[in-house]
């Protein structure tokens, strides 16, 4: 009898630590750039549009709302190095990501230093740093959000795309 009751207790308690990966429903993705000694990386949530519009979906989006970037727990961005986007310093350490919409429409590219709660957890009292974003018409839709970190010139760019919305900065190692 005990052997069946630690059997059945270990399976409880996989079935437990397993349940928040299964509550995840959308495949994940990552982006990563090395930048100097400064490595960053994004761990984000991939919806897809199923027929759906981008427009409809972020267009209505009152200004001062948080777009979560992606899906389930929060979108991730971790720097080793302080990085520099456009004179606004953002340190190292780990943060979620998010882009807040602005009352004339344009976004801007909020790290809030709470990090690994559900995506729809945004407390605005811990936005550490905003930095504007670029937004511009996608050359092809994107089904599925869809966020890249590349090097351009001397820094790296941060790009994100759902449908034919591209929200992108620039950014340097400090």
């Given at each position: 009898m005990?052997?069946?009751?630690?059997l059945l207790?270990?399976l409880?308690?996989?079935?437990?630590?397993?349940?928040?990966?299964?509550?995840?429903?959308?495949?994940?993705?990552t982006?990563?750039?090395?930048?100097?000694s400064?490595?960053?990386?994004?761990?984000?949530?991939?919806?897809?549009?199923?027929?759906?519009?981008v427009?409809?979906?972020?267009?209505q989006?009152p200004?001062g709302?948080?777009?979560?970037?992606?899906?389930?727990?929060?979108?991730t961005?971790?720097?080793a190095?302080?990085l520099d986007?456009s004179?606004t310093?953002?340190?190292?350490?780990?943060?979620?990501?998010?882009a807040?919409?602005?009352?004339?429409?344009?976004?801007?590219?909020?790290?809030n230093?709470?990090?690994?709660?559900w995506?729809?957890?945004?407390?605005a009292s811990?936005d550490?740093?905003s930095?504007p974003?670029?937004?511009?018409?996608?050359?092809?839709?994107?089904?599925?959000?869809?966020?890249?970190?590349?090097?351009?010139?001397?820094?790296g760019?941060?790009?994100?795309q759902w449908?034919?919305?591209?929200?992108?900065?620039?950014?340097?190692?400090?």
């Amino acid at each position: 009898m005990k052997p069946l009751l630690t059997l059945l207790c270990a399976l409880g308690l996989g079935a437990a630590l397993a349940a928040p990966a299964m509550a995840q429903g959308n495949p994940r993705g990552t982006a990563s750039v090395t930048l100097g000694s400064a490595k960053v990386t994004i761990d984000y949530g991939r919806p897809s549009l199923k027929g759906r519009n981008v427009n409809d979906l972020l267009g209505q989006l009152p200004a001062g709302e948080v777009w979560r970037l992606g899906a389930d727990q929060s979108t991730t961005f971790t720097t080793a190095g302080d990085l520099d986007f456009s004179g606004t310093t953002v340190p190292k350490g780990t943060y979620s990501l998010w882009a807040r919409k602005e009352s004339d429409n344009s976004w801007k590219l909020v790290f809030n230093s709470q990090h690994g709660q559900w995506g729809t957890d945004h407390d605005a009292s811990k936005d550490a740093v905003s930095v504007p974003l670029k937004q511009g018409k996608a050359g092809s839709a994107a089904e599925q959000v869809t966020i890249k970190l590349q090097k351009e010139g001397d820094g790296g760019e941060f790009t994100v795309q759902w449908g034919d919305l591209e929200l992108s900065a620039n950014f340097a190692a400090k």
